[in-house]
């Protein structure tokens, strides 16, 4: 008789590969069902990982070129293409095997192929050739992720026309490259061909970039962008791009409300208006497994699906599509099937945009405070004040924290500088404690660092910073 699992993960991205190491630790017998050749989902193979390889070595050749100068290092620079994605391609191979070395040392049984979902106890895998293997399982987690949402009328061929993962591996830096979505990945591949020489146009169909981040910072970052040589075009729209026959894209924008089209030519156009639930072939309708208005699994606070034994966590169920979400989500569902309790705080999950300097945030911001009539007080410190940052030459950027007015209590904060992914993480214990700006404020920081600038914004929700 064939094993009977305790638990099958349908998708090996970071919610479904945490899941199944959770479970493993737990003490269940895992499968997990993946279709790509790699593990580590879209994060680890196109996504996350492939993306901060190369921001990271394309901010190096932009400092390189144009920083070094001021520290006393004359150098002039030279692109290697071919390295920098080659080092790219290494990086994804490193983590892609990593998350391989952790199935074996949890005892997780990997199936190579299709997951569909039969029914509640078992899972059809369809490999790509050769007979299909049904698992037999008392219970399923889905982590099936999402895919690059697309434009109607505009046709993603992956060399010029492309989504993400087509300009993760551009051959040679375009010329012209037009963005389309003033996201985060426009903004963070945005950068990276940008400061290969390409120049980038970003087109935004809304009046400000980065939906949903603070308004001040919002503007900030796209001040420091166009300082880079970025040109945005906001409340805009693409209705079509032609392709001529000399190679070069003709990108037909149009104001959002509509009115006179204009014409703007590109050698590659990066599509990045957002993503979208990944359901195809996992056999819902047979299983009775319900979505939402928007193609989402739906489920309830412990990731529970309509169907009892099958769960579903990551981006293919609401909330805001980013790893550390998927994996915490991946964590706790292992632990509600072992009988626990977990709980995944969704008001402290931090967010963080790598370009330079990097834009991270928490909590609430500014807008949504003054929307909720919450009464607030703001401290805003600029890194123009502190020690360290003068010394690396990366003063520009704040940190701002946001406090409620009656207890002091930190509500959200929104970071711009250098390490500003790094810095977040002592906001996001202070909130996940209820902590006070005066508990900041008063915690000893090493001098000299960057995140005294977390330290001096505290103060500044009191009786005011030292070094302002
Ligand atoms: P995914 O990572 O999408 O994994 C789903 C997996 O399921 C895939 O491996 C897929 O092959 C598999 N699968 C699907 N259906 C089946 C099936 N029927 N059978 C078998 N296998 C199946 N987030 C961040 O937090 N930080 C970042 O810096 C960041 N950068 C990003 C950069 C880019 C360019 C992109 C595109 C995304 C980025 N994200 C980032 C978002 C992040 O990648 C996703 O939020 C995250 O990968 C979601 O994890 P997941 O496990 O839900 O799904
Ligand atoms: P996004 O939702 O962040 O941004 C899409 C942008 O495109 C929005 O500003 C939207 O207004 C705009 N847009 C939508 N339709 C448009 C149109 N027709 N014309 C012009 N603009 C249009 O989506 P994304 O940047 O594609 O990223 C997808 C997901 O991946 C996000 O959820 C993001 O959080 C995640 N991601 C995270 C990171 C990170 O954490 N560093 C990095 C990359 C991606």
Not at 309 to 316: E, L, M, N, P, Q
Not at 394 to 406: E, F, M, Q
Not at 439 to 445: I, P, S
């Amino acid at each position: 008789m064939a094993d009977i699992f305790d638990l099958t993960v349908i998708g090996s991205g970071p919610g479904g590969y945490v899941a199944a190491i959770r479970a493993a630790q737990l003490g269940m017998k895992v499968a997990v069902v993946e279709k790509w050749p790699t593990f580590g989902g879209t994060c680890l193979n196109i996504g996350c990982i492939p993306s901060k390889a190369l921001l990271h070595a394309s901010e190096l050749y932009e400092e390189a070129g144009h920083q070094f100068r001021q520290f006393g290092i004359d150098v002039s620079p030279r692109l290697n293409l071919p390295q920098m994605l080659q080092h790219k391609d290494d990086t994804v191979t490193a983590n892609v095997s990593g998350i391989e070395f952790l199935f074996k040392k949890n005892k997780i049984t990997a199936f190579r192929g299709t997951g569909s979902v039969v029914n509640a106890g078992r899972v059809l895998v369809t490999p790509e050739s050769g007979p299909g293997i049904a698992i037999e399982t008392k219970n399923i987690i889905i982590a099936s992720g999402s895919v690059p949402a697309s434009l109607p009328g505009i046709a993603v061929d992956e060399q010029k026309v492309v989504t993400s993962t087509g300009a993760l591996k551009f051959k040679e830096v375009p010329k012209r490259l037009l963005v389309i979505g003033g996201g985060i990945i426009g903004l963070e591949l945005g950068s990276v061909w940008g400061r290969l020489g390409s120049k980038i146009t970003v087109v935004e169909f809304l009046p400000a970039i980065l939906p949903g981040l603070d308004s001040e910072a919002a503007r900030q970052t796209q001040r420091n962008l166009q300082k880079q040589g970025m040109e945005f075009r906001l409340s805009t729209k693409v209705t079509g791009i032609e392709k001529r026959s000399d190679g070069v894209l003709n990108v037909r924008l149009e104001p959002a409300q509509g009115g006179e089209p204009v014409f703007v030519e590109a050698d590659a156009v990066l599509v990045a208006v957002g993503r979208k639930p990944f359901t195809d072939g996992l056999g819902l309708e047979n299983a009775g497994v319900a979505l939402d208005e928007r193609g989402r699994i739906r489920t309830d606070h412990q990731f529970k699906t309509n169907v009892p034994g099958i769960y579903a966590i990551g981006d293919v169920i609401a909330g805001a599509m980013l790893a550390h979400k998927a994996m915490d989500e991946g964590h706790a569902v292992a632990e509600v099937i072992a009988g626990q309790k977990p709980h995944v705080n969704y008001a402290n999950i931090p967010s963080v945009m790598y370009t330079s300097p990097e834009v991270a945030w928490i909590g609430k911001s500014e807008d949504e405070l003054k929307a909720a009539g919450i009464e607030y007080k703001a401290g805003k410190f600029p890194f123009t004040a502190n020690g360290r940052a003068k010394a690396m030459l990366a003063t520009s950027g704040y940190v701002k924290i946001l406090a409620d007015v009656a207890t002091d209590r930190v509500l959200g904060a929104q970071i711009i500088a250098k390490s500003a992914g790094e810095m977040i993480h002592e906001i996001a214990v202070l909130m996940e404690f209820s902590g006070s700006a005066e508990d900041l404020g008063r915690t000893t920081h090493a001098h000299p660092t960057l995140s005294e600038a977390v330290k001096e914004a505290a103060l500044m929700c009191g009786d005011g910073a030292i070094h302002i």
